[in-house]
């Protein structure tokens, strides 16, 4: 029987590494990936991650379409593995100034191949008000927004108990979905998530690859069912 829980928080025992990653390392990072999605015959990428302005740069001069953000969370994210979401202190505002900064440099850069969005990064590591100020922002901007939703059992553990509602759920109550949203994972859903979803139009950004390593994957067959429009990622 898969633990479900062992698995998920594989995800969050990575982001120590992510300490590591500076802007230059960032930039031959995105250089990799950007020549493998075009290997592969991919010539558009929907980006956030840390160093994003590495990652605009990497995509324009190879010639990719791309929407790119810069990762927007409040807590530390080296502590989700012990469930400790303690905020740090004027994390979240700087990072959002850097997204803003971010599209004001890049957005339309490669003759309007380079499109800059918003990206909270998780339902659990974006409190509601700071996601009710990114999704304003956004609109502000009329810029897209990027966000991963139901990835782990953690992650719904957390918003039931915080917020008292599902991911999905939350993503409504913050405006998030009322943006230009990709909703990025979707595994953990009910079936009113799912419902949700599909009524409002959401595009979800399913990720196999990544799941399937972990023992689990979203449902794809109820999401197609209900006319979701789901798209397949590597």
Do not use: W
């Not at 974006?126 to 810029?143: D, M, W």
Request: aromatic share 8%; glycine share 6%; with cysteine.
């Amino acid at each position: 029987t898969l633990d479900r829980s062992s698995a998920a928080s594989d995800v969050y025992k990575r982001q120590p590494m992510e300490r590591f990653i500076t802007r230059e390392s960032m930039y031959s990072i995105s250089m990799l990936g950007a020549m493998e999605a075009v290997k592969f015959g991919s010539t558009f990428i929907d980006d956030l991650y840390h160093f994003p302005e590495s990652t605009a740069r990497a995509a324009e001069e190879l010639g990719l379409r791309g929407i790119i953000a810069q990762k927007i969370y409040d807590p530390d994210l080296q502590n989700l593995h012990d469930n400790d979401y303690s905020s740090v202190p004027g994390q979240a505002a700087q990072k959002l100034q850097a997204n803003v900064d971010l599209y004001e440099t890049f957005n339309g850069r490669g003759n309007g191949r380079i499109e800059i969005g918003f990206a909270p990064h998780a339902t659990d590591t974006v409190p509601i008000a700071l996601a009710k100020e990114i999704a304003a922002t956004a609109g502000k901007y009329h810029a897209p927004v990027h966000t991963h939703v139901a990835q782990t059992p953690q992650e719904i553990a957390h918003d039931r108990e915080a917020y008292g509602m599902t991911p999905v759920e939350y993503l409504f109550e913050t405006g998030l979905a009322q943006q230009k949203l990709i909703a990025a994972h979707c595994v953990c859903v009910t079936e009113n998530d799912v419902r949700l979803l599909a009524e409002n139009k959401v595009h979800v950004a399913h990720c196999p690859e990544v799941f399937f390593k972990a023992g689990y994957f979203a449902p794809v067959d109820p999401v197609s069912y209900t006319h979701l429009r789901a798209h397949e990622t590597k």
